[in-house]
């Protein structure tokens, strides 16, 4: 199997197993309670935050959650303040984020939806025009998971330093995180979301980074786990494998390794000319499209050859678009035949040059049928 | 002792065969109750459930409400037709401060007081016993029902609960229910199971033009269907060969006609294999290209020695939407995934077709080869009424 689809998730590392393992059979021991054993765990844990922190370059808190829908919800909800506050995000937030945008402007809230670029970069310049003394929060997301766009999020940042300095900045890093080699401190981010199966971690875990914990509030009540923040015994097993992956993840030689993969299937695919390659941001993520052909037919006839690729959170209807791509301004035909190429360190020179031929011959074989 | 009288509609009209339906409808009836614990007994022009655990009286009429060929169920008390048994039970009832009336029916002619004069008198203790009701005949806020059947039992009661209507299923034959996925092919199967007819399924798939999910979804219609049909064995043919070829091969205004017109022959050579005797597909006049009356003439035209049933053709989208929600096949039949006829869809598809035309279209094309593998790649599902994750 020649596994593409590393955006939607990735193989779970086997050493990520056994530590998962280790948590849920020996040191299974609720972190609340009071014995050694306890205590022990608890400790592990806490050495998880510092390894996050460590990894993310900045001094915070970490808050563990299920996931990135979890921690954006937790980001954004936490942070509302009631009043004449305002909400910006941009046109390509994930669903975990535009949706509660959506929520806040249902609510009566004043929200501002910042355009993307050709690029896939937000517009910077409308990002400036929309944001003042009234924005409680600015969401931009790290890398797009559609298109790989890195947005700058220095750029960014200086924009709210200049406009609107008391905003929150909350960015979701759920496609940068070990992936890209950078220090969040650079930038002044206050909340920053991150997913452990996006790296090779199990499913069902993540965290929020948090500056300052006064910017937030608990929007869900329990125990008072995680400083109140977030209730419920902690996902210690999911939590220690994360930490495994975290630390096993070469950041810096994964990233050029996973180039040079990227590079190869650009030059495989641009052997066809019809193909059209979006290659802006992160090498992980290679959105192409195929004129002519329905993404989702195309992904499907791979599956075939055992490729799999992904459509991302495109269009399963002639009806519905991609929010994400029409804002970038790709038409209704374009959105319909775009496909996600995400790679991981995983796979071979080799795999990537046979998927490189087979996608470009069923490509031709589809067009042919239904041209 | 309580129990649920129910009544069957149409069977009255039925000549010297009726026992045949009759029998038809009790055999349903105890499918339809499987796994409950109950007795059923005919007495002339009703059945009667008895033993039902009184907990599962909701459950039962539920399930009964989905027997087809029942036309009206009333949950009531069964008392020896006795006059002063019968007094004795009305004398009880309560229904203080609201207008009432009684309704007597005597089946039982030996029964020593008619009808009207027992409702005046059942009505004078009522209201005795509840000094500020009243009797509205025309607008009665409750209704006191007296069956009093030759059986020698009256059954009391207050309500009437609607159920299908039409003729035990099995009594009209079995059918072959083109599915596609859309609204209106669940709602065609339905409607010919109400008039007795059982059917088998057959859903056309274009893999990989059209995704897995959409089987799944054809699978989960089929499985509501079973609420009503029992279990149901659905026909999976791949049409992805026919689509190409006739893309390919034919002008692109014909795509859909000829595409349905070796549909039709599949189905019928289904029909011929598994002995079924009808087709029965989801059209309605008009509503789409394929929908109108040449269109359907020239798809109808391949179809030997059966009828092709369209119960929907004289209905609006509207009446249909209407029965699909109250089969549950909606919400499924609105998901969002293609199914085989939006895939190579023309942009201006042939409205008035022409059998000499599509016959001139058909002969680029090795219809009988193609028909022929479709039928070898047919694949079969049994699907059981049981519940699981798609209910």
Known sequence: MIYLDNAATTRMYEGAVDVYKKYACQSFYNMSAGYNKAIEVAKDIDETRNLILKKLGVRGYIIFTSGATESNNLAIYGSKRNGKWEYVFSEGEHPSVYNVATDLQNQGFVVHFVRLKENGQIDYEQLQNVINERTRLISVMHVSNETGAINDLKRVDLIRQKFSPKALLHVDGVQAFCKLDYKIGDYNIDLYTISSHKFHGPKGVGALYVKNLNALKNITFGGGQEKGYRSGTENTSGIMAMGYAISHFNTKDNYNYVEQLKNLLKEQLSVDKKIKIFDVGSPYILSVTFPGVNGETLMRALQDYDILVGNGSACSTRKAGNRVLESMGYNLNEIKSHVRISFSEELSLKEIDFAGKKIVEVYNNILEKVK | ?391
């Open chain 2, 1 to 391: 002792m309580k129990v649920l009288l129910l009544r069957f509609g149409e069977l009255y009209l039925k000549g010297h065969n009726r026992y045949v339906f009759e029998n038809m409808l009790i055999h349903n009836i105890k499918n339809m109750l499987a796994g409950e614990d109950f007795r059923i007994s005919k007495t002339f022009g009703r059945y009667v459930v008895t033993d039902y655990r009184e907990e599962r009286e909701i459950e039962l009429i539920e399930k009964l409400k989905r027997v087809f060929g029942l036309y009206s169920l009333s949950p009531a008390d069964e008392v020896d037709s006795d006059v002063e048994k019968i007094e004795d039970y009305i004398s009880k009832i309560k229904c203080e401060g609201e207008s009432f009336k009684v309704f007597v029916k005597r089946a039982d002619k030996s029964f020593p007081i008619s009808s009207m004069e027992f409702a005046k008198k059942l009505g004078e203790i009522v209201l005795n016993n509840n000094k500020n009701s009243y009797v509205d005949l025309y607008n009665p806020e409750h209704e006191i029902y007296v069956d009093i059947r030759i059986n020698k039992k009256a059954y009391i009661f207050d309500k009437i609960i609607k159920c299908q209507g039409g003729l035990p299923l099995g009594s009209s034959g079995k059918g072959l229910l083109l599915l596609s996925g859309g609204i209106d092919s669940p709602v065609a199967g339905f409607l010919m199971a109400r008039r007795g007819m059982m059917f088998e399924a057959l859903h056309f798939h274009s893999y990989p033009y059209t995704s897995e999910l959409a089987k799944d979804k054809v699978i989960t219609l089929a499985k509501h269907l079973t609420n009503y049909v029992g279990n149901l064995r659905l026909h999976i043919v791949s049409f992805t060969k026919v689509q190409e070829e006739i893309h390919k091969r034919c002008k692109s205004e014909f795509m859909i006609t000829i595409m349905r017109r070796i549909m039709m022959r599949v189905a019928n050579k289904i029909c011929e294999k598994y002995n079924l005797g009808a087709i029965i597909t989801g059209e309605s006049l008009g509503q789409v290209a394929s929908q109108t009356m040449q269109s359907m003439t020239v798809t109808g035209s391949v179809v030997k020695d059966i009828p092709i049933f369209r119960p929907c053709l004289a209905m609006d989208k509207e009446e249909i939407i209407q029965i699909s929600k109250s089969i549950n096949t909606y919400d499924t039949s609105i998901l969002p995934y293609e199914d085989c006829c939006t895939v190579f869809l023309p942009k201006n598809p042939v409205i008035k077709p022409t059998i000499k035309q599509a016959l001139g279209e058909e002969q680029y094309l090795n219809v009988d080869a193609l028909v022929e593998e479709c039928l070898e790649k047919e694949e079969i599902l049994e699907v059981s009424s049981e519940f699981d994750n798609r209910d």
